[in-house]
């Protein structure tokens, strides 16, 4: 499977943006989905997942009730949507899929997108 990530972007505190995930060879179906991202100098970590049913939804605890994940099986796609952005949001943002393990951990997902960058000014 190969994971495209787009629609990073610079948005002002307080904007919104929308994530998408698109598998450009294989199919997402059965994979649980995940979006991570990385900050410069900090280390990878766990943003949001999903199940590959969407019954389903996991959220870190600084993206909760702010970031929303969602999947579109038939589109092969995963999308984050991200209100209320903070400066601290500010990271490359990836999206990986994985079919067991621990789902907060990068280590367990088997393929990762190429990232896009969120940039969020104060």
């Known amino acids: 499977v190969q994971l495209q990530a787009s629609g990073g972007g610079l948005v002002q505190a307080g904007g919104s943006l929308r994530l998408s995930c698109a598998a450009s060879?294989?199919?997402?179906?059965?994979?649980?989905l995940g979006w991570f991202r990385q900050a410069p100098g900090k280390e990878r970590e766990f943003v949001a997942g999903?199940?590959?049913?969407?019954?389903?939804?996991s959220y870190s605890a600084s993206v909760k009730g702010r970031f929303t994940i969602s999947r579109d099986n038939a589109k092969n796609t995963v999308y984050l949507q991200m209100n209320s952005l903070k400066p601290e949001d500010t990271a490359v943002y990836y999206c990986a899929c994985l079919r067991g393990g621990n789902v907060g951990y990068a280590s367990s997902y088997e393929h990762w997108g190429q990232g896009t960058q969120v940039t969020v000014s104060s």
């Open positions: 999903i199940s590959w049913t969407s019954s389903s939804t």
């Open positions: 060879r294989g199919t997402l179906g059965q994979y649980y």
